[in-house]
């Protein structure tokens, strides 16, 4: 009897450690099952309505960038929701998503109104010159982060809005008009 109470904990403690190990990896897992990279950046990350931390990561490989939207369920473990899917070229990739804004705390109405945080990352291995942008291109409110070295660059904007007003601009198209990349 004895001996069948030390197989049980022992076979306890080794599953409680494979599943210490497995949620630890978790990240390098989900990217491996999905066919992706385990060699990834990660762009941003933060905690959504839900209270669930996300990531967003760059897992390309070469001149061909992926970006991928996951998400810590509540044991832990890292899953893909979606990713940059199909661009106009290879050597770039755009992603969105979207966090609640909360109310307008300075509208007086009846009604309350939301606001939606709209996070758009791009990212490129591209350029020909210096990525720049200005306010007057984009909409009203947003803000944007532009980081290069070389070919490479990545151009994160925020904005809050109306659920309705949610239409974010082709960045592709405007680096591409503006002579910015190839």
Same mark, same amino acid.
């Given at each position: 009897?004895k001996?069948?109470?030390?197989? !049980?904990?022992s076979l306890?403690?080794?599953?409680v ?8 990896n ?16 990660t ?27 996951l998400?810590?369920?509540r ?5 893909i ?10 050597k770039?990739?755009h992603?969105?998503?979207m966090?609640?804004g909360?109310?307008?705390?300075f ?23 210096? !990525? ?12 944007f ?8 660059y990545? !151009?994160?904007?925020i904005?809050?809005?109306d ?7 082709d ?12």
């Amino acid at each position: 009897m004895k001996k069948i109470g030390w197989i !049980i904990l022992s076979l306890l403690i080794i599953a409680v450690i494979t599943l210490m190990i497995i949620r630890a990896n978790s990240l390098k897992l989900a990217l491996s099952w999905g066919g992706y990279s385990t060699s990834y950046s990660t762009y941003h990350q933060g905690y959504n309505a839900n209270q669930l931390e996300y990531k967003v990561i760059e897992a390309g490989e070469g001149d061909n960038p992926i970006l991928i939207y996951l998400e810590r369920n509540r044991f832990g473990f890292w899953k893909i929701l979606y990713d940059s899917g199909q661009t106009p070229d290879a050597k770039f990739a755009h992603i969105l998503w979207m966090n609640s804004g909360g109310f307008k705390k300075f509208a007086f109405q009846d009604d309350p109104t939301f606001s939606t945080e709209w996070n758009y990352l791009a990212v490129g291995t591209n350029a020909v010159k210096q !990525i720049e942008l200005s306010p007057d291109w984009l909409r009203p409110g947003t803000a944007f982060k532009i980081q290069q070295t070389g070919e490479s660059y990545s !151009i994160y904007l925020i904005t809050f809005t109306d659920p309705e007003d949610g239409e974010i601009m082709d960045i592709y198209q405007l680096l591409l008009d503006k002579g910015m990349i190839k």
